[in-house]
């Protein structure tokens, strides 16, 4: 049975909601599963922005085919070409051999390289600020290069003034029946897995979402419809602050995320010492987690949302320790900057780790060490608590002046 709904004036949802992926990308743990959005305009033209995933093209078939009722469909428009939005373009060509596939030469280059059947008689390219009439709407067309990938666009509808998004303004989290962001609890329910997908998929481009948030807040704007998660019609404000905090890498919160990595238990009981010491001194907000434990994207996410890192992990072949490593690797490639940091290491008969990680945190942009590295042998001893206690306070006056 068909799923489309209506979600605006003759625009209708077709997705899909996927509950059994086990990770996004084969990367990232979707324990709330995740929706690919597609809509369908029906007007004197009907166009289709954006497909789905390769696993929901009946789906989306099944969905389509109820909403146009015998119409043929005129446009399909390609915001974004990853997999998860692009792999029921084929079908579409075959099914409607009179449609017109709209996107950017970026966009053609890559149905190309994704695809091997001829294009070039369905394809109709578009540029920055172009329009397309469908009827009583027109779509005009916005570059957002690297939001996630180069050939981005946002789509703006000119009549109900609604933004088609792409990956922006997204989150990992299945719909569950309410199609609309003011139709749930966000904060409870979405808000910490859209942190953790723009972290993960989007963090590494906050100066692309800058530059395409600069030319949104030209647009006026009534309504976001991203390809994940739910639509936006109230309270814009709120979401897109939030996409303004994370894409300059601005904590939103005060508080600590005390990372940590431990074979047997001494790094973790050092952690957890701090950890103490922190809500002794009057922090409200500490997050422990366990590096080997937690799927680093859950850290990501975390990390770009409060003002404060603690790092701790033991020497490992003259190393980090490698999940640490991992993390650590995470932080620079993902862009994370802007933050207040400490360190502890763990070091048996060589400590090294704590030089390793204070060298690769140095390659994260304007991150502060607090301290000194406070580094154990083996595990904490009762004459290093003053020096441990040190470090809490110092992280502590930090952390409590913002708040
Ligand atoms: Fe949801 Fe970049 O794909």
Known sequence: MYTSLPVADNIFWVGANDRRLERFENLFPLEKGVSYNSYLIIDEKTCLMDTIDGNFIEPLMENVMAVLQNRPLDYL??????????????????????????????????????????????????????????????????????????????????????????????????????????????????????????????????????????????????????????????????????????????????????????????????AEVLASMLAGAGVKTVRLYDVSKTHTSYIMGEMFRYSHIVLSAPTYNAGIYLPMATLLHDMHELNLQNRKAAIISNGSWAPMAHKLMQAKLAECKNMELLAEPFVINSCLKPAQMPGLQQLADAIATSVNGLE
């Open 77 to 270: 428009v390609i915001n974004h070409m990853e997999p998860d939005h692009a792999a029921a373009i084929t079908r579409l060509c075959g099914e409607f051999p009179q449609l017109k596939v709209v996107g950017n030469s970026k966009t053609l280059n890559m149905i190309q390289q994704f695809f091997d059947f001829d294009i070039a008689p369905f394809f109709h390219e578009v540029k920055e600020g172009d329009t397309l009439a469908l009827g009583r709407r027109t779509l005009q067309f916005i570059n957002a290069p690297m939001v996630h990938w180069p050939e981005v666009m946002f789509s703006y509808e000119t009549s109900e003034k609604i933004l088609f998004t792409a990956d922006a303004f997204g989150t990992f989290g299945a719909l569950n029946g309410a199609m609309f962001a003011d139709e749930v609890d966000f904060e409870a329910e979405y808000l910490n897995e859209a942190r953790r997908y723009y972290a993960n998929i989007v963090g590494k481009y906050g100066p692309q979402v800058q530059a395409v948030l600069k030319k949104a807040a030209k647009l006026e704007i009534n309504q976001i419809f991203p390809l994940h998660g739910p639509i936006w019609r109230e309270n814009l404000g709120w979401f897109i602050n939030k996409y303004d905090l994370w894409s300059r890498y601005q904590p939103e919160e005060a508080g600590v995320v005390i990372a940590y990595g431990s074979m047997y238990g001494n790094t973790e009981n050092t």
